[in-house]
């Protein structure tokens, strides 16, 4: 049994579908979440869904002892950033190699880095008349998004695309297939 931690800042939509989508699962298994904003509506979602939620703040993320504990605690195998708005530390990366994945809502290399989350992100796809934008999954390293990409999705934007357009097209394709990237991966480490 793979054992899965999730980490957000956010809504938690994501963490909510990959819990669902496990749930039946004999093979991996969500076991935490984590989060270092007290007033997301992921702590709300955790609650509903009984999943233990830790919280950590920027400080004690950064320095990763206790919150270290707490992930050999659950016996933490791999970590799923879905919203998780902090930068993840050294220590955490050398700890769990190549077993911290996350998602990012554009085509990296492009549109990545401190500040690119969320809106920020469909906003300047928009202000520079992309064509195509999509999702992109990839391996954790010591630079915000940087890592080794997994897998990306892209799709057309249309002339009259606007942010709540783009914005639905980016919900629906993370929904329909973070899950299963998670999965496909775990399967082929
Ligand atoms: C998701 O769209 C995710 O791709 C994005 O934050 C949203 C979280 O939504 N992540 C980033 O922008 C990372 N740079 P959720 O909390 O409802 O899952």
Redesign the pocket.
């Given at each position: 049994m793979k054992k899965l931690a999730i980490f957000?800042?956010?809504?938690?939509?994501?963490?909510?579908?990959i819990c669902v989508y496990f749930n039946k699962s004999s093979d991996i298994k969500l076991v935490m979440m984590c989060t270092n904003r007290k007033d997301?509506?992921?702590v709300e979602r955790a609650k509903k869904l009984k999943i233990p939620m830790v919280f950590t703040s920027k400080t004690e993320l950064e320095n990763f002892d206790d919150l270290a504990k707490i992930l050999v605690k659950y016996q933490v195998d791999y970590i799923i950033?879905?919203?998780?708005?902090l930068k993840i530390p050294s220590k955490m990366i050398e700890q769990y190699p190549n077993k911290i994945i996350?998602?990012?809502?554009?085509l990296l290399p492009k549109y990545?880095g401190k500040g690119?989350?969320?809106e920020?992100?469909y906003k300047a796809v928009l202000e520079n008349k992309e064509t195509e934008s999509g999702?992109s999954v990839h391996f954790v390293n010591q630079n915000?998004?940087e890592g080794k990409i997994i897998f990306q999705k892209s799709f057309s934007l249309s002339p009259d695309e606007n942010l709540e357009s783009l914005t639905a097209k980016?919900?629906e394709l993370?929904q329909s297939l973070y899950p299963k990237i998670i999965e496909k991966t775990l399967f082929s480490l």
């Open positions: 957000g800042s956010g809504a938690g939509s994501n963490a909510e579908n997301a509506f992921i950033l879905a919203g998780f708005l996350n998602i990012h809502p554009a990545g690119m989350y969320g920020n992100i999702i915000y998004d980016i919900h993370e």
